[in-house]
């Protein structure tokens, strides 16, 4: 008898810091693939207010509660090319969250530009649910750094480290 392949998927970001929105899109990503890749981008030209490895920790924490109810979750840094990264852990499909109108251009010129460089992977593109499709990382930290309220946004493990982050660092004079 021949078994089906295992459907490997890789949802790629920079998780500055997860989100709601990340957490919608991975949860409906494990309805298409039987394992699951977080890849956590170094991504330094973001200059991102998390480490890479407080990045991977916070996702882990986040998707524990999935992998506990029997999900194949894995949470991977990388800093190579996305289509790199997805040939080294065996993926037929990259993930891709779509926000509005305005993603989508940038996301279509670069699912063009990795079926380019590897049309054995293909794209998927997955629309954010109504009740996320406003949230960002950067606006989560905008509103947080002003000292809004972001739980509604964030686990409680993010924003208590969100929080810690806002703590440790001064004002800056206008």
Do not use: C, W
């Amino acid at each position: 008898m021949n078994h089906p392949k295992r459907r490997i998927g890789v949802y790629p970001g920079t998780f500055d810091p997860i989100t709601a929105g990340h957490m919608d899109i991975i949860q409906r990503a494990l309805r298409t693939v039987d394992h699951l890749i977080v890849g956590v981008a170094r991504n330094a030209g973001k200059s991102p207010m998390f480490s890479t490895e407080e990045r991977v920790e916070m996702v882990q924490d986040d998707v524990t509660p999935i992998v506990k109810n029997g999900y194949s979750v894995e949470i991977r840094p990388f800093d190579t090319l996305l289509m790199h990264f997805a040939v080294a852990m065996n993926a037929t499909v990259v993930i891709r969250g779509l926000r509005a109108v305005s993603d989508f251009e940038y996301e279509f010129q670069m699912a063009g530009m990795n079926a380019r460089l590897n049309p054995q992977v293909e794209t998927i593109f997955l629309m954010a649910s109504e009740h996320v499709q406003f949230i960002s990382s950067r606006f989560v930290k905008e509103i947080g750094r002003l000292g809004g309220d972001i739980g509604q946004f964030v686990s409680p493990g993010v924003r208590h480290r969100l929080l810690e982050k806002f703590a440790q660092t001064p004002e800056t004079p206008e």
